[in-house]
């Protein structure tokens, strides 16, 4: 899982450089967006449009840490 | 898609009957939760815990509308 251990390193430097909110985990944050990822392309690969997962991506951002 | 089918005509109901809220899209919410279903199943196919999954299943229905 090299991809999501990037992320988690990304993440993490943001919550020290406070473009993330202090009390947010990292590797937690890594694994949702990987596993949004990872429904997206299922939902693709099984005929889903680009705007029914545009969509879902923006619901599944709603709920993002934000200082 | 039979399922999520099946999950949208519920939503729609639970619109209908005030268990959601009045503006919830019975279409997108279906959608989004095979997405995140999806997805995890793909995260546990890759060997991620069950508890890294309850809590990417919590943090993706934090914001679940409600009435």
Chains 1, 2 share one sequence.
Do not use: K
């Not at 993490?12 to 392309?41: C, F, H, K, S, W």
């Not at 693709?44 to 840490?65: E, I």
């Amino acid at each position: 899982m090299i991809f999501a251990c990037h992320l988690q390193e990304r993440f993490q430097r943001a919550v020290g450089e406070g473009d993330l909110p202090a009390g947010t985990d990292p590797g937690l944050l890594a694994r949702y967006l990987m596993t949004v990822g990872n429904g997206i392309a299922v939902q693709a690969a099984g005929g889903a449009t680009r705007d029914d997962l545009q969509m879902v991506a923006d619901m599944a951002l709603r709920q993002w840490p934000s200082t």
